[in-house]
């Protein structure tokens, strides 16, 4: 059986604005999000302008775990609004540009709000 693709990105991108609108009222104070956490600003301006072009979150961090860019992390993770404030105005599916934390950067992309 052949699989409709447009159907499911459509089907896709109205969950992620349902989910959108949800967190605007309901204000979640958890996020689901994965994550490339870089050394530098050299490192993470690297993955930022692959990601810029288009390219896939999860290919980059791929390409970035086997060049020795990144430092160690869980890919996925929650994140709260105290931590990342910034998190909570975005719309699921979306990378955030590359922000300083701790010894290095982080770059995340917001996969979904928790309740």
Do not use: C, N, Q
């Not at 540009?97 to 982080?106: H, I, R, T």
């Amino acid at each position: 059986m052949k699989r409709d693709i447009s159907h499911y990105l459509g089907e896709l991108l109205v969950w992620e604005i349902e989910d959108y609108l949800r967190a605007r009222s309901a204000r979640p104070e958890r996020a689901r999000v994965a994550r490339i956490r870089l050394p530098d600003r050299s490192a993470a301006e690297v993955v930022a302008a692959d990601l810029e072009a288009g390219g896939s979150f999860y290919a980059a961090a791929r390409r970035a775990v086997a060049l020795g860019m990144t430092l160690p992390d869980d890919l996925f993770g929650l994140v709260t609004r105290d931590e990342h404030p910034e998190v909570f105005e975005a719309v699921p599916g979306t990378t955030l540009p590359p922000k300083p934390e701790g010894e290095g950067f982080l770059i995340i992309r917001l996969v979904a709000f928790e309740s």
